[in-house]
């Protein structure tokens, strides 16, 4: 089964500074998708950030950019120029088409604080 | 558009109490999930619905829960006897046609089920 791991339940950054929020996970599928959420207080789940595993070259959308290590299994997650608006838990998340699954695989989540 | 909508936002009942949980998908969307999201923990998997196929019910935790999605679109997670353990944010999230390949899943708020 896949896993994904968070090991940072906090993190904080000073606003317009830069955060790395790190994320691993375990697969033996090939081809497969990582995901950054965001969930700010609303409780409401945003896409931050989405890559494709056959894909070489690290997304990046404005102020947000992965860097993916697939030997490594590692899925990081950069944020630069933090807004107080950036404050919330981010969760890293897998999916696999080839587990014959649709299910999205979370971690636990990192909990980002942006000090004014 | 609208977006996922969830009802009640929240909802406090006694233990032993069945609970239902509602979830209008955004309009067209084919795919409905269900997740749970206890204190502290990611989100964790419990029901898929795609179009009219058979439901991909491998994430209930017991029998107690149930889901079922009327007409392809209204989806209500009923939980039956409830227990304290049950209480969490349940989310709710819905996929347009032809996004399988890549899995986008557009969140609700949620609703925060607390056991008394």
């Known amino acids: 089964a896949q896993t994904v791991t968070q090991s940072q339940p906090e993190m904080s950054v000073q606003e317009a500074e830069t955060v790395t929020l790190s994320c691993t996970y375990d697969?033996?599928?090939?081809?497969?998708?990582l995901f950054w959420y965001k969930q700010p207080p609303s409780r409401q789940m945003i896409l931050v950030i989405r890559?494709?595993?056959?894909?070489?070259q690290n997304a990046t959308e404005n102020r947000f950019s992965v860097n993916f290590q697939k030997a490594a299994k590692s899925f990081s997650l950069k944020i630069s120029d933090s807004q107080l608006g950036d404050a919330a838990m981010y969760f890293c998340?897998?999916?696999?088409?080839?587990?014959?699954?649709?299910?999205?695989?979370f971690g636990k989540g990192t909990k980002l604080s942006v000090i004014p | 558009g609208a977006g996922v909508s969830q009802s009640p936002s929240n909802k406090v009942t006694e233990k032993g109490k069945d609970v239902e949980l509602r979830c209008d998908p955004i309009?067209?969307?084919?795919?409905l999930y269900w997740y749970r999201q206890s204190l502290g923990q990611g989100l964790e998997f419990l029901i898929y619905?795609?179009?009219?196929?058979?439901?991909?019910k491998s994430g209930l935790p017991s029998d107690r829960f149930s889901a079922e999605r009327t007409g392809g679109s209204v989806s209500t997670l009923t939980i039956q006897r409830t227990q304290q353990e049950d209480s969490a944010v349940y989310l709710c999230?819905?996929?347009?046609?032809?996004?399988?390949?890549?899995?986008?899943?557009?969140f609700g708020p949620g609703t925060r089920l607390t056991v008394l």
């Open positions: 999230a819905s996929s347009p046609p032809g996004t399988t390949a890549y899995n986008e899943q557009f």
């Open positions: 697969t033996s599928e090939s081809d497969y998708y």
């Open positions: 890559q494709e595993a056959y894909k070489q």
């Open positions: 998340a897998y999916y696999g088409p080839g587990a014959g699954s649709y299910q999205l695989t």
């Open positions: 309009s067209g969307h084919t795919a």
């Open positions: 619905f795609q179009g009219n196929s058979a439901p991909d």
